[in-house]
């Protein structure tokens, strides 16, 4: 399997702990966590061309991914103290 750009492990490695942490205890992060993790599937089996796509839907679901990233980087901020 190829490597699959923009994981939140990825995008926030010093806050692995935090995100494992947040998972467990807060149902709306995992929830975010989880979308995040399937849309930003979504657009790599797109950008890799397994799935085709029309440009508007792999740009709608960027926008979608940006927000949850926004959203979780938040969260993590507010987590951090």
């Known amino acids: 399997m190829s490597h699959t750009p923009h994981e939140l492990a990825e995008m926030f490695p010093d ?7 947040l998972k467990i205890e ?27 796509a029309s440009d508007a839907h792999a740009e709608a679901l960027k926008k979608q991914r940006l927000g949850l990233q926004v959203e979780i980087s938040e969260m993590l901020a507010a987590a951090r103290g």
């Open 15 to 21: 806050d692995a702990e935090t995100i494992h942490r």
């Open 26 to 52: 807060n149902a709306h992060f995992a929830k975010l966590a989880d979308q995040h993790h399937e849309i930003n599937r979504a657009i790599h089996r797109i950008e890799t061309e397994i799935e085709p």
